[in-house]
Nanobody, 127 residues
Framework: QVQLVESGGGLVQAEGSLRLSCAASGDTLSAYTMAWFRQAPGKEREFVAA????????YYVDSVKGRFTISRDNAQNTVYLQMNRLKIEDTAEYYCAAAPSTYPIAVYSTHKRFEYWGQGTQVTVSS
């Protein structure tokens, strides 16, 4: 069973950048399709980005395309989310998730596909 720990959140001004990290332990990260989700106060958890375990193909929610990049370093057992040109509406708790499966990457846009979750890291974007 894999354990996930997120880091890298914080307070940033609009148009700024942050890089989130998700460190995995207890298992090999290469065995999992990975994703980032976020949840703002009073809202449902929202898919942000996913990266496959097989060919590192990626998939993004439309609102972050061109601004966010998900990547993985299997040697370091870590997944990253590079967030550029941040907007106030990106403010949320960000969660890392892992799924021990491989399907077409677009099907991972729902939290129901994921078995393992981190505790979250807060991202706050100010004006």
């Amino acid at each position: 069973q894999v354990q996930l720990v997120e880091s890298g959140g914080g307070l940033v001004q609009a148009e700024g950048s942050l890089r989130l990290s998700c460190a995995a332990s207890g298992d090999t990260l290469s065995a999992y399709t990975m994703a980032w989700f976020r949840q703002a106060p009073g809202k449902e958890r929202e898919f942000v980005a996913a990266i496959s375990r097989s060919d590192s193909s990626t998939y993004y929610v439309d609102s972050v395309k061109g601004r966010f990049t998900i990547s993985r370093d299997n040697a370091q057992n870590t997944v990253y989310l590079q967030m550029n040109r941040l907007k106030i509406e990106d403010t949320a708790e960000y969660y890392c998730a892992a799924a021990p499966s491989t399907y077409p990457i677009a099907v991972y846009s729902t939290h129901k596909r994921f078995e393992y979750w981190g505790q979250g890291t807060q991202v706050t974007v100010s004006s």
